[in-house]
C-alpha cells in the first residue's frame, strides 16, 4: 500500500468491565465506528502490558484514543478513594504509560470522557471524584447516549470552536467525575452551565491534544461532534508522514 493511501494506525486502550464482569474486556463498538468512519485503523491494546510493550506499540502507531470508563487512581492526584469512586488499576498503569510515550513522541491524543480524565491527571491535574445532581445532572444512564442533555460553551479561540463553527454546542452526558484543577500543559477550553470543564486542549496550539468530557462518538450525526475525529485522524496522518519523512 501506498503512503498516500495508507490509513493512520490509532491505539485504542481497553479496560475491564467493571464492575459486572471483571475478567472481560470492553470498548463500545461506537468509538471503533466513530475512529474507522473517520478514516482510521483502530488497534486495541490491553490492559496487563508493561511499560517496555506499551512504547513497542506507540512506536507502530500514528495516534492514541482514550476511551470513557471507570474512574482513574485519585493516587495521582494526592487524595484517597471516594466510596463512589470505581478503579481499574491496570488500565490506569497503561494509560498512564501510553501517554508519557505519546506526549514524548509529539503524537496527536484524543481523549473521551474518562479519556479526558486520565490525560488531565497523567500531565499533573486532578478530578472531582464524584458529582451530586445540581443545575446539571451529568450522570444519565437512564437516557441512550444519542440524548443531548446539556450545553456547553466553547473558548473562541479553541480548536474546538473552530472545527464546531459554533460557541455553544448541546451534548450527551454520562459521568459522575470530571476534571478539577487543569494540567499545567492543558486549557479549559469548554464548560457547562453549573462551570463545570467540559473540554481541555492543549496549552500549545501546535500540539495535537483533546479531551471531551461528553460523547461525540455517539453523535456522529452533527457535524460538530464528527469533525472533532475527522481532525484527530488527520492530525494522525500528517504525524505519520512527518515520522516517516514523508510529508
Known amino acids: 500500500m501506498s503512503s498516500a493511501a495508507r490509513r493512520p494506525l490509532i491505539a485504542v486502550t481497553l479496560g475491564h468491565d467493571l464492575p459486572e464482569q471483571p475478567a472481560t474486556l470492553r470498548l463500545p463498538r461506537s468509538y471503533v465506528r466513530a475512529l474507522a468512519r473517520a478514516g482510521a485503523t483502530p488497534i486495541a491494546v ?11 506499540v506507540l512506536e507502530q502507531v500514528d495516534g492514541l484514543f482514550l476511551p470513557g470508563g471507570v474512574d482513574p487512581h485519585p493516587r495521582s492526584f494526592g487524595e484517597e478513594v471516594h466510596p463512589k469512586t470505581t478503579i481499574d488499576e491496570e488500565l490506569d498503569a497503561l494509560e498512564l504509560n501510553a501517554i508519557t510515550c505519546a506526549v514524548s513522541m509529539g503524537m496527536p491524543i484524543l481523549g473521551v470522557c474518562r ?4 490525560l488531565n491527571v497523567a500531565l499533573g491535574g486532578s478530578l472531582i471524584q464524584h458529582l451530586e445532581p445540581g ?39 454520562l459521568h459522575h467525575q470530571a476534571i478539577s484543577r487543569p494540567a499545567p500543559a492543558l486549557r479549559v477550553v469548554a464548560q457547562s452551565e ?10 500549545d496550539p501546535a500540539r495535537w491534544m483533546i479531551g471531551v468530557q461528553y460523547h461525540p462518538e455517539e453523535l456522529l450525526n452533527h457535524e460538530a461532534h464528527s469533525s472533532l475525529f475527522g481532525d484527530f485522524v488527520s492530525a494522525c496522518s500528517e504525524f505519520a508522514s512527518k515520522r516517516r519523512g514523508t510529508a
Open 46 to 56: 490491553p490492559p496487563g502490558v508493561d511499560g517496555p510493550c506499551t512504547r513497542q
Open 115 to 118: 479519556g479526558s480524565q486520565i
Open 135 to 173: 443545575t446539571i445532572n451529568h450522570y444519565r444512564p437512564d437516557l441512550p447516549l444519542s440524548t443531548e442533555v446539556h450545553e456547553v460553551r466553547l473558548a473562541d479561540d479553541s480548536r474546538l470552536a473552530k472545527l464546531s463553527g459554533t460557541q455553544l454546542l448541546r451534548v450527551n452526558s
Open 194 to 203: 453549573d462551570g463545570l470543564a467540559e473540554a481541555v486542549e492543549a496549552l
